[in-house]
C-alpha cells in the first residue's frame, strides 16, 4: 500500500512556496497585460498558463494523501517552473521586458524552484521509508 499523510485538512496558503507562486502571477499579470494585442495573445497567454500551473499544481499536490501523489504535482509545478524560464527568455531576448525585469522574474522562478526540490527531496524519504517497511 501506498504510504499515506496525516490526514488533516491543509491550508495551502499557508505555504511558502505557494505564496511566491501567487506574487510571481501577480507580475507575469502585469507584463501580459502591458504586451501588443497579437504577443499578449500569444506569448502573454503561454506564459500566464505556466505560471499560473505553478501555483495550482502546489495546490493540487498539496492537499493530496498519498505522497506519491503530492510529489508527482510537485513535480509538475518544476516543470512548469522550466517552462516560465523559457517564456521570460523568449520575452527578454524580443524586447518585450528589460534585463532587470528578466532577471528578478527569473530570480524568483528559482527561488520556486529552490523551496520546490527541497520538499520534493524530504517525500522521497518518505517514499524510500515506505519501500523498505513493504
Known amino acids: 500500500m501506498r504510504k499515506i499523510r496525516e490526514l ?14 501567487l506574487d510571481l502571477v501577480k507580475e507575469i499579470s502585469i507584463i501580459k497585460e502591458a504586451l501588443p494585442w497579437r504577443e499578449k495573445n500569444i506569448l502573454g497567454d503561454q506564459i500566464w498558463r505556466s505560471a499560473t500551473s505553478i501555483s495550482g499544481n ?18 509538475s509545478a ?4 522550466g517552462e516560465t524560464c523559457t517564456w521570460l527568455e523568449i520575452l527578454s531576448q524580443c524586447g518585450y521586458i528589460d534585463k532587470t525585469t528578466f532577471d528578478a522574474l527569473y530570480e524568483k522562478v528559482i527561488e520556486i524552484r529552490r523551496i520546490l526540490l527541497a520538499i520534493m527531496k524530504k517525500i522521497l524519504v518518505e517514499i524510500q521509508d515506505e519501500k523498505e517497511v513493504a
Open 78 to 81: 518544476l516543470g512548469s517552473c
Open 58 to 75: 502546489i495546490s493540487e499536490g498539496a492537499t493530496q494523501v498519498f505522497f506519491a501523489v503530492y510529489f508527482k504535482h510537485l513535480s
Open 8 to 21: 488533516q485538512d491543509r491550508d495551502v496558503r499557508k505555504l511558502v512556496v505557494y505564496q511566491k507562486s
